[in-house]
């Protein structure tokens, strides 16, 4: 994609892979935490996919401001998930999150389905060098602000 070569990454991967727990817990509870976890995998993905940008955000997070800031400044739509304000879900999504980017940190900005490496000083540079209006160009057919897309939560 435009953003992998813009920021010349191909993909990213957890150094260490975390060790698999060795306590099983018992069947009932174990089927309401896959429960859980598929119906927080699939928020997460409609989240991302229904959304030109979507912030994966917490509201004491400077880094989170930062980013918000800079695609307001550009005029631009976004959602975003306080995962602070969600309770076990947020603590669940965080879980998501850290499964698909490789990092359990917020902001976790995805601009047309792709993570963007740095989170929000990795915005504030794209945006200071241009290059963030040129992504969400051709991520809005055109439209750096993307305000003819709805926005999709999960409230």
Same mark, same amino acid.
């Given at each position: 994609s435009?953003?992998?070569?813009?920021?010349?990454?191909? %993909?990213s991967?957890?150094?260490?892979?975390? %060790?698999?727990a060795?306590?099983?817990?018992?069947?009932p509870?174990?089927?309401?935490?896959? %429960?859980?976890?598929?119906?927080?995998?699939?928020?997460?993905?409609?989240?991302?996919?229904l959304?030109?940008?979507?912030?994966?955000?917490a509201?004491?997070?400077?880094?989170c401001?930062?980013?918000?800031?800079?695609?307001?400044?550009?005029g631009?739509?976004?959602?975003?998930?306080?995962?602070?304000?969600?309770?076990?879900?947020?603590?669940?999504?965080?879980?998501?999150?850290?499964?698909?980017?490789?990092?359990?940190?917020?902001?976790a900005?995805?601009?047309?389905?792709?993570?963007?490496?740095?989170?929000?000083s990795?915005?504030?540079?794209?945006?200071?060098?241009?290059?963030?209006g040129?992504?969400?160009?051709?991520?809005?057919?055109?439209?750096?602000?993307?305000?003819?897309?709805?926005?999709?939560?999960?409230?």
């Open positions: 435009l953003l992998q070569e813009k920021m010349g990454i191909s %993909e991967r957890p150094a260490v892979q975390p %060790e698999a060795t306590v099983a817990p018992q069947q509870t174990d089927e309401k935490f896959k %429960e859980e976890v598929r119906k927080t995998a699939n928020d997460f993905k409609n989240l991302v996919q959304n030109k940008v979507m912030i994966f955000s509201t004491y997070c400077s880094y401001t930062v980013a918000k800031t800079t695609l307001t400044d550009l631009t739509q976004f959602q975003s998930y306080e995962v602070n304000k969600e309770g076990k879900e947020g603590e669940m999504m965080m879980n998501v999150v850290q499964a698909v980017t490789g990092n359990r940190m917020v902001p900005i995805f601009i047309c389905g792709q993570i963007v490496p740095g989170g929000g990795g915005l504030k540079h794209l945006a200071t060098s241009g290059q963030l040129e992504i969400l160009g051709q991520c809005c057919e055109g439209d750096a602000t993307c305000s003819q897309y709805d926005k999709y939560s999960l409230h």
